[in-house]
């Protein structure tokens, strides 16, 4: 799941007037317009310069800290992670010499801290990264017992427990081990309070605020039309982080033409973080357009990107574009490519490997149908499938993605009682393999049978879908159905 990509980069700070030793004066208001626009170089020459004439303000140091935390995200270099990191403290201790009965004195320190232990998760620091949230979330706490009415407190606070409501299995050693938890309602009300009582504080928080509500709502909530609905109309023309958003909200609800203009057309040059990623993006989209020049844009983002995800899950993509041309020596030479380069930590990533091992490559008229679907071309996804049935497809794996993709076209089309029937039919034929078509199906059914009302049921897939033995795809299916549990209590 995407979600950490999604969701980290926007811990920003905000009031209008701050305590002594934390002023928010037009100047740092601008800088974090020119953070939150992904224009870093801008950002540090008005902090700089607030630095020099103003030498109280502590502010200054945080700003500093988000633009590290950023770019350690983004760029996902080992080298420059331990580089910045060296600057943590440095910056927490520059915070505490204001007043400690400001609500910034803590509020600031757990931001740090939120900060690093995002950083940290990308590094797979997973116990100093549940230490830091630790930390924050007992400062975060102290914010809203001393100080009740100090509202940005609310965007952090319901970030955490909403992402701890659905945190997957296989991390819930580190939330129990810190006594942390959660509730995905309860954390979405508490930033939506913020968003719609936003009260004297700037402009720059309440958009961050927004773009966190979007995306949980969008991956724990499921709601595609109301996330969609929140990115849609944001100014993207001088704003890379904005074109990021709407970009990524739209890959995943199925307007592709949508993601490929608005990432053909993103603001671009020095002025702007390299955002290599972005190209990553492109090349997904134009491969669910079925384009023949996406893999260009895989190419372009393997020349660029210095970190180590979506390297193998990149090459996949890349051996799919040969595949679906029919150019099985490309697609052989990509899979190798595959099991040598990057790192297999999350899902996408993993699944490629898994891919690649198998030596068993996809049918190419389910890929087809698959990769339409997933650009949000239901029509003709299922043209590809038209006039086929079961007996068509030779493997058991075929034959269980044949009713998979089906189910998928009729349900998203609105033909719920036609997919419910496509879906057990894949969980029955599927369960027992190790793709993840059955988990899916599962999670999917449980999504039907929660908007039906209908809670016994959406339980049951639900927890069918986590006790499924799939490799593919674990984490992400797990967090969902996770999530889909939550809301039912």
């Not at 698959?370 to 029509?379: N, S, T, V």
Request: with cysteine; hydrophobic share 35%; charged share 30%.
């Amino acid at each position: 799941m995407r979600l950490p990509l999604l969701m980290v980069l926007f811990s920003l700070p905000g009031s209008w007037v701050l305590a002594d030793g934390y002023e928010y004066n037009s100047r740092c208001t601008t800088a974090l317009e020119n953070v939150l626009a992904l224009r870093l170089d801008d950002a540090r020459k008005l902090i700089e310069q607030e630095r020099k004439e103003n030498k109280s303000n502590l502010l200054p140091y945080y700003i500093e800290n988000t633009i590290d935390f950023i770019t350690i995200y983004i760029h996902e270099e080992e080298d420059e992670f331990e580089l910045l990191e060296k600057k943590k403290e440095e910056r927490l201790a520059a915070i505490r010499r204001g007043d400690p009965d400001s609500p910034y004195y803590t509020y600031l320190q757990a931001e740090i801290h939120i900060q690093w232990a995002f950083s940290r998760l990308k590094f797979e620091e997973y116990f100093t990264a549940f230490t830091e949230i630790k930390k924050a979330y007992g400062l975060l706490s102290d914010v809203r017992k001393e100080h009740p009415d100090f509202t940005p407190a609310l965007k952090s606070m319901g970030m955490l427990h909403a992402l701890f409501g659905a945190i997957p299995d296989q991390y819930k050693w580190g939330a129990n081990m810190l006594g942390l938890s959660g509730d995905i309602d309860a954390g979405l009300k508490e930033i939506k309070y913020f968003i719609d009582r936003p009260g004297n504080y700037p402009k720059v928080l309440t958009q961050e605020a927004t773009l966190y509500y979007a995306f949980l709502v969008l991956y724990l909530q499921k709601d595609y039309d109301k996330a969609w609905s929140i990115v849609a109309n944001l100014d993207t023309r001088n704003n890379l982080l904005f074109s990021f958003c709407k970009a990524s909200v739209a890959l995943r609800t199925g307007r592709c033409d949508v993601a490929i203009q608005t990432l053909s057309n993103r603001p671009s040059g020095s002025a702007y973080l390299a955002f290599p990623y972005m190209d990553f993006m492109l090349g997904l989209a134009k491969t669910r357009r079925l384009d023949a020049d996406a893999n260009f844009y895989f190419e372009k983002f393997l020349v660029e990107f210095k970190g180590k995800n979506y390297i193998k899950e990149a090459y996949q993509k890349m051996g799919w574009n040969a595949l679906i041309r029919n150019d099985m020596t490309r697609y052989k030479f990509y899979m190798e490519r595959v099991k040598s380069r990057g790192a297999s930590v999350i899902d996408d990533d993993k699944q490629a490997l898994l891919e690649a091992e198998s030596g068993i490559s996809p049918n190419p008229v389910l890929l087809k149908s698959r990769l339409l679907f997933d650009g949000g071309y239901y029509k003709e996804a299922l043209q590809q499938l038209e006039g086929k049935s079961t007996e068509d497809f030779k493997t058991e794996k075929d034959k269980t993605e044949f009713t998979y993709r089906a189910a998928r076209i009729y349900h998203e089309s609105g033909m719920t009682d036609k997919a419910k029937g496509y879906y057990a039919t894949t969980i029955r034929n599927g369960e027992q393999l190790t793709y993840y078509f059955a988990a899916s199906a599962a999670l999917q059914l449980g999504l039907i049978f929660e908007k039906e009302g209908n809670t016994e049921k959406a339980r049951y897939y639900y927890n069918r879908c986590m006790n499924m033995n799939n490799k593919e795809y674990k984490t992400g299916l797990d967090s969902q159905a996770k999530a889909g549990l939550n809301r039912l209590k």
